[in-house]
């Protein structure tokens, strides 16, 4: 966790607002919720992420369009997360994944 917390301050993020992926999962199960429970695949890396500390992701390949970039968010993008009733409107100060047409 250290090292993830470093980055993202290292990148002017705190990650006391913004905890890193692995962080906020493993954070979800021990205050007394569960695993988003998604596909096989997915249960599985979100188990690993759980268990290791380290941040996993996964996506479709048929999905994807074109090259697949980390980048800063750009404000006011919208990110429809697993499991979200709503999209959740970006300030730019996220990273994201993203492909040609947008935040995957």
Known sequence: ???YRDFYWR???DPTKQRPASEALIRRVLGGGNMWRINKFV???NLASAM???TLG????????????VRFAEPG????GIGASSPK??????IVVSDEEGIV
């Open 1 to 3: 966790m250290r090292a």
């Open 11 to 13: 990148l002017s993020i």
């Open 43 to 45: 249960n599985a890396y």
């Open 52 to 54: 290791t500390g380290v």
């Open 58 to 69: 996964a996506y479709d390949a048929g999905r994807v369009r074109g090259g697949l970039a």
């Open 77 to 80: 993008e919208r990110f429809q």
């Open 89 to 94: 409107l970006l300030s730019g100060n996220e």
